[in-house]
Structures are given as C-alpha cells and as structure tokens.
C-alpha cells in the first residue's frame, strides 16, 4: 500500500506507499548556499518539517531547502529528475520493488548511493534490510514501520453508538448502520489513484495469505497467480464494501486531501489507510482521537492478518551536489532523535530497535498484531517490477468507473507479473 497500496503512492508512499503519501507543500530554509545547503524531496508532508528544523538546530549555519508533494506527482518527478541530473541531495525512497521511486528500480541504473557504509545499516532488523537493499548493498534510510487498516475517528463514533466491527459480516452490518445514521463508514479518495490499493491490501492480508503465507514464494516460481487466487475474492469483497455504501458518495470524485477531511471531522467515521494518515488528522482536527484497527475479512476474528511493513525511508543521490551533507541527514533520520521525531509525529513505529519510543496509543492494536507475528509485507514490495502496481492502480480506477471488470485487472496484472524484472 501509496499501492499500495503501493504497496501508499506511495505512499504515501509513498504511501507509502504503499504506500506513505501526502498531499503537496514547498518550504525553504532562509539563507546560506554552498556546502552549508542541502536539498531534499518528501513525500513526509506533516512530519518532516520538525525533522528538519531539528537537524538544523543540531547543525548550526545548515539549511534544508525541501519540497513535498503527494506520492503520485513525486513517483512521476523523481526518475525525470535523476536522468536530467536535477534531483535534490536527499529523496524519498520506497522499500522493495513496487512502485517507480523503490529502492531496486532506483538503485539498479546507479541513481542511489550505496549506504552500507553507515552505521544504522548493520542494525536494520533482517525484514527491512531486505527491502532496503539491492543486491545486498543498502540503499535506502528506513526510519519507521507502517500498517494499513481502519482508523476510526473516535468522537464520531461515540456520537453514532457504533463500534470496530471484528468480523466480515459485522463490518457490513456496521457499514449499513453507519448509512442510516446519516454518516458514511469510510472516507476513500480514489481520484489519487495510490489510495485504490488501500483497501484491497488490508483485505488480501487476511483472504490471501491467512491460509497461506508463501504465496508470494509460489508467485514468484509460476505456481499461482493473481486472477485465480484469493486475490479475486479480496477484490470482490472490496466491491461488495463499496455496494453496501461502506463509502462516502463518488470516491472517484474524492482526492486523498478531501478524504482526510472527511474522516477528521467526522463527516465519515473513518478512513481506510496506513497510520501516517493519523497525524494529518490531527492536524485538521486537534481535539479529535483516531485509532487504527484491523479491516476484517472472514468472519474468525484470529485469522485476521494487518498489511504492516518498512514505510517510505531516504536515499542519498549518486551525484549529490553537497555528499556529505546528505549523509549526515539520514544519519540524522536514522538516530534516536530523528527516527522518534518522525514515528512521532506519523503515528508509526520505529525500524530500529532500543530507540526509547513508546508506541501511541492509537496503535496498540497494531503494535500487538506486529508482536503476534500477524502481519504481512506491502504486497507490491516483493513484486518483480513497478508496472504490476501501475496496472492494479489504474486498474481499479476503472472498475470504479465501470470501465474494467476484476477479472480483467488480475489477468493484467498477471501479464505484467510474468514479465518479470
């Protein structure tokens, strides 16, 4: 999920992207040139700001030149960018192998900066460092783990009498109750095609790989497929979802900013997205209380599985105008300090263990399932090439539009699939 999720564009995601993604914003530090400035594309709106003020304040005379823009714009940018030799220093990376702006598609034509060398990189838990690398060398800076799921806004659903549906039938009845009660269960911003996979991911955790986790094993050697899988019934479960009024009215109408609104002030009871939508809730609601949950899918509440995996991190430009400014960044990024300041504010976990961060609440659920070992990757994260998360995005916009039907989007992601790398 940001497909994916992204995975969350990008995810955001990028995405995300999963899928870690954001809505879009430019700021610049005042003043200084040369060596003492470094440049840096986000897709962290919200969060990263307090990073870089307090990288700044740690480096006295620095300044970060920085720009964010939402997964989808920045997916499009980044790769222009690096082939025109215009990138910023320092640039949002996904994990794995899903989206245009991952660590293998970026790193393979020698855009990145191999960061092996960097203290943090050794200390990465095994999960991560696999979709933090390429060729075993790593590439990409990841600060924080992220999970997709329902986030609730809590006062709305005090005010409806509602509460988290643990099973599938329960999640429509809730859906049905939520409709009549005048306040949609969910708000989804389709028009940004990364916010599609959202859904899909937090379902085909549980329909996919609950009875079997090595199906991306037997994906990768031509066993299985996606149009004959579960896949097929996670998709139709995301239909019947949008059927049973599950969602506000014209989601293909709704960006991922309308959507954020909605669910922050209670316009709908909650939003279907990774946990670093939590903080710009927040931001748009102050006062108000938001907490991710398990999507169900079957009506066992012990088989439900939560999406969960490495968030968007930093890689450093191969032909970075000022090296070794980039590197202190996501040294910085990867301290204590940095890494808590960004899950902080995001609303995640940190990738690193013994950083001193206590979890929000907000994500107890989610910490819980991660300890339990009830989670699984992004999907699009150990897929063999970008275009099979493009396909499904787009994909899915057309089915919402009527233009494509389910079976067509999981044949083509199949074709895409078997192309491989």
Known sequence: MKTRITTAVVAAATATCVLAACSGGTKAGSGGGGSKTLTLASVDQG?????????????????????????????????????????????????????????????????????SDQPWAAKMPDAIKSVAQYEGKTYNAIFGQNGIGAVYNEQAMAKAGLTPPDTWTKLLAFCRDAKAKGTPAFALGNQDNW????????????????????????????????????????????????????????????????????????????????????????????????????????????????????????????????????????????????????????????????TGYRPDASLAELSQFITSNRTVPFMDQLWPNAKVQQTMLSGLQEIFSGQSTPDKVLKAMDADYRAGS
């Open 195 to 354: 916010v599609t996979q959202l859904v899909q991911y937090a379902l085909v955790a549980t329909t996919v790989y609950g009875p079997d986790r090595d199906f991306d094993q037997k994906m990768q050697a031509g066993q299985t497929d996606f149009a004959d899988s579960a896949w097929k019934s996670a998709l139709d479960k995301y239909l019947t979802m949008e059927k049973t009024g599950c969602f506000q009215k014209n989601p293909l109408g709704t960006n991922y900013e309308a959507s954020q609104q909605l669910a922050a002030t209670g316009k709908t009871l909650g939003i279907i997205q990774g946990n670093w939508v939590i903080a710009l809730l927040k931001g748009k609601n102050p006062q108000g209380t938001f907490t991710l949950k398990a999507l169900p899918a079957t009506d066992t509440p012990s088989e439900t599985l939560i999406p969960a995996a490495a968030g968007a991190g930093y890689g450093v430009n191969a032909k970075a105008k000022n090296e070794d400014l980039a590197l202190k960044f996501v040294n910085f990024v990867m301290s204590p300090e940095g890494m808590n300041l960004f899950v902080k504010k995001q609303g995640g976990l940190p990738s690193l263990p013994d």
């Open 47 to 115: 969060s990263v700001e307090d990073v870089v003020k307090a990288f700044e304040k740690a480096n006295p005379g620095v300044k970060v030149r920085y720009a964010t823009s939402g997964a989808d714009q920045y997916q499009q940018q980044i790769r222009t960018q690096l082939s025109s030799g215009t990138a910023p220093d320092v640039m949002s990376v996904w994990p794995g192998n899903g989206n245009p702006a991952a660590t293998h598609v970026l790193a393979k034509p020698g855009y990145l900066r191999d960061l």
